[in-house]
């Protein structure tokens, strides 16, 4: 029986599934083979698409000849799928139902291209097994943090009025788009794991077995985030010791309990001693005892913990040079390798401070041979404009994904355990607040199951689907306001890699000295001579040290560390010369000039395709560019101002600076 796509609610935007991306599909005579609850899912999709455009369906044997097979010819778990043409007919097979679905939706992106000519069998495998969004969706309203931590689309898409939604309708839709991109696992709640959410893993699993349900016809495994404090909160221990005999049968006894709610439950997510959330410090236990225990309890049902490596000390005193956050995941977690159990994932934020513009790859990369490690983004974008700016963050990360620690590996081969990316999304009509940040949802997708493909062809995809028979103009247009967009955004705000300069707290918007003498480890240290963070092994905190040897040496010195990362290694004077010829002053002053004239230009553009666009989305761009342009020119004016103040340099342009 077909499945019935998900029809979101009314003024819900598509995003990269219009009805049109669906026309070459749906004008053809379509065989399925295969049977299942995934299979039933592509039957549904390819029903729709035949109903609204005059083609066929046919599922097992066709009484005519047709254009397009879709054939499952396994059981198994494989997630990949051939597609090829000849003899005037697309073949798509798969071993395993969710190859079948991507299949699926590999048909929907090459759109004629899929019914023309001849095309070689070729083989689409996804290079990692697990691409997951973990949203920081609380269930309860939280005081501070709103619903959503660091959301910036609205509430939460899974949970309202305090319970999950009773309308999982556009949940379902969700994993629609989920799995045309490519994910496969969804971790419903925050990392930071209040009193309410607690319970989810216990009386309230229900709850979370109904979102799964929602999600599971696309293919998408629900993860949930899991207080280490649970069996004393929920469970009424005296302690939480990982190696406390009744600590672990509470943990064994809770999970299988999640698999009778939910059997193909994917696992924990944990942020344990970080940021006030318990763990297995307070027992004088590591992080590999804390994590085995949860793998263990996980280990009988096929499930995973993914323990956050984000660990570090967020009451430093800023008078005490000796301690360096950028140096805490390493230093933690490097001597545990090896004794993670092999269910335990390590997932590690891509650099070692927190998703700023620029950072460097974390050095704990590379560094734990014998762990499985995960990489997470942060596709939300808390340190990146908020999704009031337009950042698309593809050539970002793919920069990080291919960059080689060591000899041989790259980031995307060294994510064994899969590439993660905080969501981006809520319960907006767009989803993500900003329409144009749909595309960095698609872009993560597109590089987690392919970490090397090139992030300017993801983002035609994207224009391809959400603007079906978009005019090379428009094309052009959309290329043009968002493949630069990030090293806009960089320019005009925190200079050289330096990081931070943000408001505290909410983290919008520029104050350079917001976090200077703050506990929380983030440090410029501009004075009037220069600025920066001596971060060398021979002069300062060490931490280029945790480099191998090629990469320690490259960032040890000014004269050889990359002038985009400048200031996260080296404090130097403001008249250090740049690779580029240019001093750092005067580099800080002409980005800035820059930056805010490249969004001007941006918006102008954008501005250039009313009446090409659909008028809700051109709206809603249109008044977040006029936003961005206030706080690209508040940024600039700070900056550059505090900067000459410091140094006293005038700019040698002579343009404004206040
Ligand atoms: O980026 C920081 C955020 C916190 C977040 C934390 C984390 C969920 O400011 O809001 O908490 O990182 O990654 O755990």
């Keep these: 029986m077909p499945l ?4 979101p609610p009314e003024g819900v935007d598509p995003a990269w599934l219009p009805e049109q991306a669906f026309r070459p599909l749906g004008t053809r005579r379509v065989l399925i083979r295969g049977s299942g609850p995934l299979v039933d899912t592509v039957h549904g999709e ?9 083609g066929r369906v046919d599922r097992d044997a066709s009484p005519e000849p047709f254009d397009l097979s879709l054939e499952l010819t396994g059981t198994d778990a494989a997630e990949a799928f051939t597609f090829e043409r000849g003899a005037g007919r697309t073949t798509v097979t798969a071993s395993g139902p969710s190859g079948l679905l991507y299949g699926l939706f590999h048909v929907v992106r090459l759109g004629e291209a899929a019914f023309r000519g001849e ?3 070729e083989r689409h ?11 920081w969706d609380n269930v309860a309203v939280h005081p501070v943090m709103g619903q959503v931590e660091r959301g910036y689309a609205g509430g939460s898409l899974f949970w309202a009025d305090g319970r999950a939604r009773g309308d999982l309708e556009r949940v379902r839709a969700y994993g629609r788009l989920l799995a045309a991109c490519g994910i496969n696992a969804v971790a419903v709640n925050n990392v930071n794991v209040h009193a309410t959410e607690a319970h989810l893993l216990t009386d309230r699993i229900g709850e979370v077995a109904d979102i799964a349900g929602a999600l599971r016809p696309y293919g998408i495994r629900t993860h949930l985030s899991v207080t280490f404090a649970a ?3 929920l469970g009424g221990l005296a302690t939480a010791d990982p190696l406390d005999e009744g600590v672990r049968e509470w943990w064994a006894g809770a999970t299988a309990q999640v698999y009778e709610a939910i ?5 924990y997510v944990v942020k344990a001693d970080s940021e006030g959330q318990p763990g297995p410090f307070a027992y004088g236990r590591s992080h590999a005892d ?16 993914h323990w956050r490596a984000f660990v570090y000390d967020h009451r430093q005193d800023w008078r005490d040079r000796t301690t360096d956050r950028a140096r805490a995941a390493y230093d933690h977690f490097v001597p545990l390798d090896g004794e993670f159990a092999p269910n335990a994932v390590l997932q590690v934020k891509h650099g070692p401070m927190d998703f700023q513009v620029r950072e460097p790859v974390s050095p704990l990369i590379g560094a734990m041979p014998h762990t499985r490690l995960a990489v997470e983004l ?12 337009v950042c698309w963050l593809g050539p970002m990360w793919s920069e990080v994904l291919r960059l080689r620690p060591e000899e041989g590996a790259s980031v995307g081969e060294l994510a064994r355990g899969g590439l993660v990316a905080v969501s981006n999304v809520g319960d907006d009509p767009f989803w993500t607040g900003h329409p144009l940040a749909q595309a960095n949802l698609y872009t993560f997708g597109g590089l987690a199951w392919s970490p090397q493909a090139d992030p300017g062809q993801l983002l035609d995809e994207w224009v391809g689907l959400t603007y079906p028979g978009a005019s090379t103009g428009l094309w052009e247009a959309l290329r043009k306001v968002l493949s630069g967009s990030w090293r806009t955004y960089e320019k005009y705000t925190a200079p050289l890699g330096v990081g931070f300069m943000v408001q505290p707290g909410h983290h919008y918007g520029p104050s350079v000295d917001g976090y200077e003498y703050s506990p929380w480890g983030t440090y410029h240290f501009a004075d009037r001579d220069g600025v920066g963070v001596d971060r060398s092994a021979a002069t300062g905190t060490g931490y280029a040290g945790q480099y191998t040897k090629a990469w320690a040496e490259v960032y040890e010195s000014p004269e050889t560390c990359p002038d985009e990362l400048l200031l996260f290694f080296h404090h130097v004077p403001y008249g250090h010369e740049l690779k580029s010829g240019k001093t750092v002053i005067q580099h800080i002053y002409d980005t800035h000039f820059e930056g805010v004239a490249e969004v001007e230009a941006a918006m102008e553009v954008w501005n250039s395709l009313a009446g090409l666009v659909d008028p809700a989305r051109h709206a809603r761009v249109a008044e977040r560019y006029a936003e961005q342009l206030r706080s690209a020119r508040e940024w600039r004016d700070q900056i550059n101002s505090y900067f000459f103040r410091k140094s006293g340099v005038p700019d040698a342009a002579g343009r404004v600076i206040h």
């Design 378 to 389: 942060q596709a939300t974008q808390e340190y990146t404009g908020q999704q009031r700016h």
């Design 119 to 121: 095309h070689r069998r």
């Design 46 to 54: 390819v029903a729709a698409a035949c109903e609204r455009f005059g």
């Design 231 to 233: 069996p004393m909160v």
């Design 125 to 135: 495998s996804p290079a990692l097994t697990l691409r997951m969004l973990d949203h």
């Design 290 to 305: 804390g994590a085995n225990m949860l793998a263990a309890a996980l280990a009988p049902h096929g499930g995973t913990v």
């Design 4 to 7: 019935p796509v998900p029809v």
């Design 263 to 267: 059997p193909d439950f994917g696992g």
